[in-house]
Nanobody, 124 residues
Framework: VQLMESGGGLVQQGESLVLSCVVS????????MGWYRQAPGKQRDLVAN???????NYADSVKGRFTISRDNAEKTVSLHMNSLKPEDTAVYYC???????????????????WGQGTLVTVSS
C-alpha cells in the first residue's frame, strides 16, 4: 500500500496548479487524507486535510486560495491551488491514514502513509 502523487511543476505567481494523490493497494478504509509541504530549510507543515466526514482543515496561509477534495471510492485526494505565491514554493507531500486487513479473520491495523513528494515552484 502506498501513495502516488502527481501534478507538481513550475508556475508563475498568480497561476493555478492541481496536485493529486491516489492510494494504491488493497485497503479496508481511509481515515484521513491531506497534504503537507516542506520549503527548503524549513519543517514540514500541514497545508490541508480532511478526516472522516468532517470539514476540511487549512493552514491560515492558504485559506481562500487552496481547496482540498477527497473521493473515498476512488481513494484519491486533490489539492486545487489558486493565486499561487512564491512563498508556496515547496515539496508537497500527500499523507493518509488507512486501515488494512492483516488476516483472513478480518483483523485490521492502521497505517500512516506518506507520498514521495512533488515539487511546486512558483516564480515571481
Amino acid at each position: 500500500v502506498q501513495l502516488m502523487e502527481s501534478g507538481g511543476g513550475l508556475v508563475q505567481q498568480g497561476e493555478s496548479l492541481v496536485l493529486s494523490c491516489v492510494v494504491s493497494g488493497s485497503i479496508s478504509s481511509i481515515e484521513f487524507m491531506g497534504w503537507y509541504r516542506q520549503a527548503p530549510g524549513k519543517q514540514r507543515d500541514l497545508v490541508a486535510n480532511i478526516a472522516g466526514r468532517g470539514p476540511a482543515n487549512y493552514a491560515d496561509s492558504v485559506k481562500g486560495r487552496f481547496t482540498i477534495s477527497r473521493d473515498n471510492a476512488e481513494k484519491t485526494v486533490s489539492l486545487h491551488m489558486n493565486s499561487l505565491k512564491p512563498e508556496d514554493t515547496a515539496v508537497y507531500y500527500c499523507n493518509a491514514g488507512v486501515t488494512v486487513q492483516v488476516n483472513v479473520e478480518g483483523a485490521t491495523r492502521s497505517l500512516e502513509l506518506w507520498g514521495q513528494g512533488t515539487l511546486v515552484t512558483v516564480s515571481s
